[in-house]
């Protein structure tokens, strides 16, 4: 069978005009479902999309790709999934350090990630701070994150900071709010990706999203790839984006 042309990806580089895309992946079980395959089988097909439109971001010369991996509501899937999804992250950091590293990639995480085991909170911990001096493109991974709960504890902060005399309660600002957040030293998010067909933000950079594109496919997320990102991108070029100016 002949092999499938890769798309040009350098083609988008110069016009699509976005700095940062998030993506909620989403449809890895009903993947596997489709397929008459367990589940650990949906998420392993998944891990091989997120190494595609990894390399596909850093081709299009995007600034951050941040990915929705793990939520804080996830915990309420059954434990043997969790811990099949924990072992999979753990395997992608050890197998994929290097190339990131080697591209110039900074590996950041957002969430509540240090509630995690130990050892995989030392591992996130050392690739973070191996990719911390790279130049590249950011590639951010949403781990134990929940919108609901990123904003609760950047109130808690200012909250602390108002009452140790740091700040007037009236002064804080849109700015102060966004310092505070897990995402304060990321770009500004142009366009937020759902796959699988559903139509909802999940607790996912609720803040962030305020003016951000909204883009939904019913592609499944281990079948997205370079050419499906591509679409997208596209698909957000061709937007006028008001930020309610007009």
Known sequence: MASQAKPDLSSAVPAHGARHVAIIMDGNGRWAKKRLLPRIAGHRAGVEAVRRVARAARELQLECLTLYAFSSENWKRPASEVADLMGLLRHFIQSDLDEFHANGVRLRIIGDYRALDPSLVSLIEDAMARTAANSGPIIAI?????????????????????????????????????????????????????????????????????????????????????????????????????????
């Open 142 to 246: 949403a781990l134990n994150y929940g919108a609901q709960d990123e904003m609760l504890r950047a109130a808690r902060m200012l909250a602390a900071r108002a009452a140790a005399g740091e700040i007037a309660a009236q002064d804080i600002g849109v700015a102060d709010i966004n310092a505070a957040l897990d995402t304060a030293d990321l770009p500004p998010l142009d366009l937020l990706i759902r796959t699988s067909g559903e139509q909802r933000l999940s607790n996912f950079m609720l803040w962030q999203a305020a003016y951000a594109e909204l883009y939904f496919t019913d592609m499944l997320w281990p079948d997205f790839d370079a050419k499906a990102l591509m679409k997208a991108l596209d698909c957000f070029r061709s937007r006028d984006r008001r930020f309610g100016g007009r």
